[in-house]
Each structure stands twice: as C-alpha cells, then as structure tokens.
C-alpha cells in the first residue's frame, strides 16, 4: 500500500554516527507521518521515532537526544540521524508510514514495510 526504501546503513564504531534515508515508491511521501522502528536478533521490533507531515517528532527513551528525525519536503525523503551510537543500537532498521497524528506517542503503522537496513554498532 505505502511502500518504502530505506537506506544509509552500516558498521560503526561506538560514538559513531550514521544517517538514515527513507524514500517512497509511487506515492508522496511529503503527505504521510512516518516511523522509524528498528529489530535487533532475538528482539521484537520497537519503535524508535516518528515525524508528522508536519515535522512534529517523537522519540524513544533509548534514543532520545541523540537520534534526530527530519524530513525533506522538496526531496519527498524522511531522514533518521544518529549520533553516540552504542553497541545496544545494532539491529535492523525500518522504515514505515504511520496511520494518524503524531501526538505524546507515534501512530500505528499501516502495516507496509520496507526491507530494512541494517546498523552495526561494534568495537
């Protein structure tokens, strides 16, 4: 229905930074919050942050100053910045549309997901 690409992972050090890119297929991207969730081996995947169409955020404890969400309107692409990344933040990365306002918490997704990209975080 919405569907994604994501892209811009990689292997770091800890304290490194990456970034994040997360584009649409045949929709306006610009027109939809989106989410950012991530699952680690062994883990069920969580919520990690979201932005409205508007670029209200939301985020998760864990990650919560030192990962950035962002959106470029004339580039239709929604962004995840990290920064101090940390052994704990290794998993696989997605992105996904969100179905309703960005509020105290993130909406649900509609349930469409890209194929990921993964972090690894290690020394």
């Known amino acids: 229905q919405f569907p994604v690409v994501e892209s811009g992972g990689g292997s770091v050090r800890p304290g490194g930074s990456l970034r994040l890119s997360c584009a649409a297929s045949?929709?306006?991207?610009?027109?939809?919050?989106v989410g950012w969730f991530r699952q680690a081996p062994g883990k069920e995947r969580e919520e990690v942050s979201c932005i409205s169409s508007g670029g209200a955020t939301n985020y998760a404890t864990s990650v919560k100053g030192r990962f950035s969400v962002s959106r470029d309107y004339t580039k239709d692409a929604v962004y995840l910045q990290m920064n101090s990344l940390r052994t704990e933040d290794t998993a696989a990365y997605y992105c996904?549309?969100?179905?309703?306002?960005?509020?105290?918490?993130?909406?649900?997704?509609?349930?469409?997901w890209g194929q990921g990209t993964q972090v690894t975080v290690s020394s």
């Open positions: 996904t549309v969100l179905n309703g306002p960005v509020r105290d918490t993130c909406p649900p997704s509609f349930g469409t």
């Open positions: 045949g929709f306006t991207l610009n027109r939809y919050a």
